[in-house]
Structures are given as structure tokens and as C-alpha cells.
């Protein structure tokens, strides 16, 4: 859709049309904000698609076998993004019984899909045994023992991985870090947790153990952290071997890839770290007198953030002389909370002047009545009026999974893009919906 000569801002999939106006994925946002209104979601599915296969072909050349990647739905569940992992021959990840059932309403292959949770419920234990889903990842104690007693009751084994803290810290923040050994998540294999949940595994009847499952962080540029996590799972691998006899088969090693959202955010290249990874873990196995364990990988963001964009349409424009400028646009922090929660930048775009030089450092402010409203502070854009259009680029993961309807605002549609062409997949939300489950 992008011909050689378009300007392009930031990612190949967002240019500039020679009317000046802002173009995703090929088409004209001015003519989606006409026909879908704002604020919008918008996704370029081709992009989706290009990183799954991305992804499925370095993995298999890399480790061979069966390692293959997991899309983590958290990042951006709906039934539509659920029927495009089954069509690509993905796997995915589910985090809660809600998750699962989405994927299941789509569809969706139960037997390619992992079931996470550090708290999973009997009742959500039930649910996903009852839905065949092929793997759990258990997280505890608690879990195994529940897991056993209701997969009996089936008169079933069910498959897992066992989540374990390798106590990596990828120097990310500390909200978004999970592998260090203070974490809700695993259990730590330096207090020597992870080998006897591995042994109570081993001994359970209904559980058939796999192998095991680390996550170390999200947004990481580096490949050295999942390469020194590699290493202390492929040792702990041994330490099992060697006090039971079982050799995992099987090796998570998380998501957690980065996305550029700025300029100045850097580019990674996703085959090189996973041959890199894949190396490091050949050697290890090597090392350690181990065969190479079938490798998991499940990256969320990466494989849908920068094929997202938000639109929005620009309400005030208010100059506080000596302070800022407050732009106000029709969304906010209940469809992208992301600034409020952990600070995060993104890069904003005058989507109806487009070619015009970024001239002004804004405050994107939202509609809600809190001033911590916020989807971006210093960001530079040509100067907008009311009536413009604003893109937030780069919002395709964790913004519409984590949108709410705070001040009761409705959620925006989200609309795919795929060949120059747009479809509905998810609606707008009515006032109806608002008040739906009211009495
Ligand atoms: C969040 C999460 C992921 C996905 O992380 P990304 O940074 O989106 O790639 C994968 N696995 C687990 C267990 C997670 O919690």
C-alpha cells in the first residue's frame, strides 16, 4: 500500500498523503474518522499477520522442532484478533477465564492455547479443563493441588509448564518486571521453591509436567536479560533432572520484546535476538548435558502495537502562557491509561496537517474529570485547532485491553485494516451498554 516515495512517521504503515492528511495501513484516517467517528481504534491487520509469520519462521528456523510463538492475547483480546491467530497457525496465551472465552467464542483451537494465572479459581480450573485447553501454566502450590483434584474428578492428566522466577532483572520498570524473585508470579528458584513444586508436579497423577515457564519483563531491547534467564532455567532444568530423574521438554521463556513508540526509542530486531537466543540456549542444554527443550516464546506487544493507532478529534486548544497547552481531544485515559499508569510516551501526530512541521510542544489532555488525564505531556505536533484530528501512534497493545469506562465514557470501535480496506471489529459502545447490568 506504501509506495516508495511517501514520507513515513515513525513506522513504515503511517505516511503522509499527498492531500497533507495522515494515512495508516494505506488508507485516509480523515476518511475512517467521517465514516467510524472518534475517538477510534485502528489496526493493521497485515502488520499482525507479518509478525506472527515473523516470528513462527525465526523460531523454527532457529530451535527447530516444535518451538513456536505464543501471541499473548492480553495485550489486545477480541474475538477478531482470535480468529486471525487460529488462521495464522498461531498458539496464545490466556490470563483469566475471561480471555479463554473470548478465544473460544472464536473459535479458537483450545488445544493451542496456555492458560496463565497466578490466582486461577477452581471454577476457572474447571472452565479451562472443560474447554480442552492444551497447557496450564501453574503458578503455586494451591493451584497444582487444585488442578490434580478437579482434572480426577474429569478422570483426566492435563498437561502443564510450571512458572518459576529465575530472578532476572531486565532493568525495566518496576511495574512491568515479573522474574525477580520478589514477585506475585512463580515460584523462585534460588529459595529452592521451584524444585519441590516441580517434585509435587511429578507426583500428582492428574498432572503430566512439561516443562517450565519464566517471563522477565516487558519493553526490553535486549537480548542479554532472556540469555541470562536461559541460562539459570537450563541449570535449574538440571537440578531437576538430577534430583528426580524427569528432563523438561519444554522451556518458556516469556514475552517481553520492545516496541518503538518515539523516535528515540531504538530499533530491535526480532530475528536476530531469537537466533541469539536461540544459541545461547543450545549451549546451555549443551553445557548442562541436556538435549534442547522445545522453546516457547509469547510476545504480546510486539506482535500488535505498532500495527495500532488512535484517533481522536481535538476539542479545546488552551494556552497557559509560561506554562503549556492543553489539547483536549474526545478520549483519554479510559481508552489509553497507559500515561496515567506508568508514565509512557507516545508519539502524537496532527493527523489533518500531517505534512506541516511539529511546531508545538503540547499536553494531550482527555475528557474525564481528573487531571491526571493525560495521553501525553511535551509532545510536538503542528499546531492543531478544534475540529483537527489527532493519531497516537503505536497504541495496539495494552490500550483497548485496558480501557475502562471510568466517568462512564463508552469504549471506542476498533476498525482492521487490511489491503486498503477497513471492517468493523469490534462495535462502539452505546449508552445502552453503559447501563446494561444496572438494575
Ligand atoms: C504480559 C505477558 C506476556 C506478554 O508480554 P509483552 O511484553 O506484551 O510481549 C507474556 N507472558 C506473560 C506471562 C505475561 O505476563
Redesign the pocket.
Known sequence: MTNCCEKTILHGNVTVGDNGLLRFAGVDTADLAAKYGTPLYLFDTDRIRERCKLYQSEMKAAFGGDSRPLY?G??FCTKAIYRIMAECGMSV?L?SPGELFTAKSAGFPMERAFF?GNNKTDADIALALDAGVGCFVCDSREELVALDRIAGERGVCQKILLRVTPGIDPHTFAAVT?GKVDSKFGSPIATGAALELAKLALSLEHIDLDGFHC?IG??IFDVTPYVDASNVMLSFIKDVKDATGFTAKTLNL????GVRYTESDPEFDYAEAIKALAKAVKEAAQSNGLPTPTVLL?????IVADAGMTLYTVGTVKEIPGFRTYVSVDGGMPDNPRYALYRSVYTVVNATHADKAPDRAVTVAGRCCESGDLIAEGARIATPVRGDLLAVLVTG?YNYSMASNYNRIPRPPVVFLSEGKDALAVRRESFEDLVRNDL
Open positions: 499473548a492480553k495485550a496465551d490470563v496463565h515479573t517471563h516487558s519493553q516469556g514475552g517481553g520484546f509469547e510476545p504480546g506487544r510486539s497493545a
